[in-house]
């Protein structure tokens, strides 16, 4: 069993940053995707950025030269490094994690097995 633990969520001023950490018990496999994934009251979850194993990135177009997803393997932990916030950005976020590479539907939360309880990013402006 995978477990995650999120941190680093807190109240920002519009343009400030964020890292968020995601700390895993343990990679699902060799070969594994990593993601982020937000939510809004009311909303739907929605991606963010995914890494997967060999280090391949990928972003929601929302937050493309924006946000910056990173791993750390020798401690089994997953950043995304998060500037110029905008109000707009304001959600619970939440790590994910499954065995195998980031599919093309790594958008789509019903493609991870395990999910972190989130942390909280406020952006007020």
């Known amino acids: 069993q995978v477990q995650l633990v999120e941190s680093g969520g807190g109240s920002v001023q519009s343009g400030g940053s964020l890292r968020l950490s995601c700390a895993a018990s343990?990679?699902?496999?060799?070969?594994?995707?990593m993601a982020w994934f937000r939510q809004t009251p009311g909303k739907d979850r929605e991606a963010v950025a995914v890494?997967?194993?060999?280090?391949?990135?990928g972003y929601a177009d929302s937050v493309k030269g924006r946000f910056t997803i990173s791993q750390d393997t020798s401690t089994t932990t997953l950043y995304l490094q998060m500037n110029s916030l905008k109000p707009e950005d304001t959600a619970m976020y939440y790590c994910?994690?499954?065995?195998?590479?980031?599919?093309?539907?790594?958008?789509?939360?019903?493609?991870?097995?395990?999910w972190g309880q989130g942390t909280q990013v406020t952006v007020s402006s």
């Open positions: 343990k990679y699902p496999d060799h070969i594994y995707c």
């Open positions: 890494i997967d194993s060999d280090g391949a990135t």
């Open positions: 994910a994690a499954v065995h195998g590479y980031c599919s093309v539907s790594w958008y789509n939360r019903n493609d991870y097995a395990y």
